[in-house]
């Protein structure tokens, strides 16, 4: 099936609150999952405020893609860096360059606002980022993580 | 040293607390690994009042708890609620845990990881995670000792030429 694509002109600027709707909707349609409340309130978080290493990506002006990324000291040297919380592009615009624009907009940002690194956790069997991370300049360190499951 | 008989108190982080908490992290920082001329931190350089007090201890997404022994604090865990992953997991990241050497071996800093796995518990977040530099085999083992077991997720870093 040709599918008829228009040019789509990809635009990234911050996250504002107004966009935690199209957000969850990307999240959604990732994961099939309707998730509660108190997640919105959660990304907004502290000071009511998005975290400001956190963007999104537009295509013809809706929000087709996030990137939420907060400073984080974190892992060994122990150092401030931007730490990517969550990557998500809506499963209908991925392969566009969406997420390299996302990671090259908090790199930048990162950058300028003199944080000394930028770092991502990857599930190891994750054969769609680590590529896309290693690509893009990242490199697989020495830290690993340990994680402890409470009882529910 | 201080006697172990002395009252252990752990209690939440506050903004009040952030003096106390670097001059714990400054002994330890300044602490040479004996017969070496090596600090137990792998990390040199100093934490200011201000990038303590940017994660906004006591603010709704923080974990951190302190120790303390007659209303001083000798430790501190230093931990954070965050959203992780697509799927989005919520967790509990432990950034730092610390406990003045004078204090050490006294069972205060599993106190400080089972408080703030507690605290996670209380708000439905049922993971804790601890992110190790896969050298460091004494802090990977005290972690499985605590209950917790080696992830599959990697750590991808990109460095700024400074």
């Known amino acids: ?152 | 040293m201080a006697s172990a008989e002395k009252e252990v108190k752990i209690r939440p982080m506050e903004r009040r607390d952030i003096d106390a908490v670097l001059a714990v992290y400054s002994k330890i920082r300044e602490e040479k690994i004996p017969g070496t001329k090596r600090s137990r931190l792998s990390y040199r350089g100093t934490m200011t009042y201000e990038e303590v007090a940017s994660t906004n201890p006591g603010g709704p997404l923080d974990l951190s708890l302190v120790a303390e022994v007659n209303g001083q604090v000798i430790g501190f865990i230093w931990g954070r609620l965050a959203f992780v992953g697509i799927p989005i997991d919520e967790v509990g990241i432990i950034h730092m845990l610390i406990v003045d050497p004078d204090y050490q071996r006294q069972g205060i800093a599993a106190r400080l990881v089972d408080a703030l796995a507690e605290r996670c518990h209380a708000r439905g977040v049922n993971t804790v995670r601890a992110v190790i530099d896969e050298r460091h085999w004494e802090l990977q083992n005290y972690f499985q000792r605590l209950g917790f077991r080696r992830s599959e997720l990697v750590i991808y870093t990109r460095t700024f030429k400074s």
């Open chain 1, 1 to 152: 099936m040709a599918i008829e694509r228009k040019e789509s002109k990809i635009r990234i600027r911050p996250m504002e609150p107004e966009d935690i709707d199209a957000v969850l909707a990307i999240d959604r349609k990732i994961t099939g999952v309707r998730r509660a409340v108190t997640y919105t309130d959660l990304i907004i978080g502290d000071l009511g405020k998005i975290p400001d290493l956190s963007f999104v990506a537009e295509v013809n002006g809706e929000v087709r893609g996030f990137l939420l990324a907060r400073r984080a000291y974190f892992g060994e040297p122990f150092t401030e860096v931007g730490l990517i919380q969550i990557l998500g592009v809506d499963p209908d615009y991925q392969r566009q360059g969406i997420a390299t624009g996302l990671v090259n907009a908090l790199v930048e940002t990162s950058q300028s606002k003199k944080l000394n690194a930028v770092r991502i956790m990857i599930n190891q069997r994750d054969s769609q980022l680590q590529p896309l991370f290693a690509h893009m300049g990242f490199k697989r360190g020495q830290l690993i993580d340990y994680t402890k499951t409470l009882r529910s």
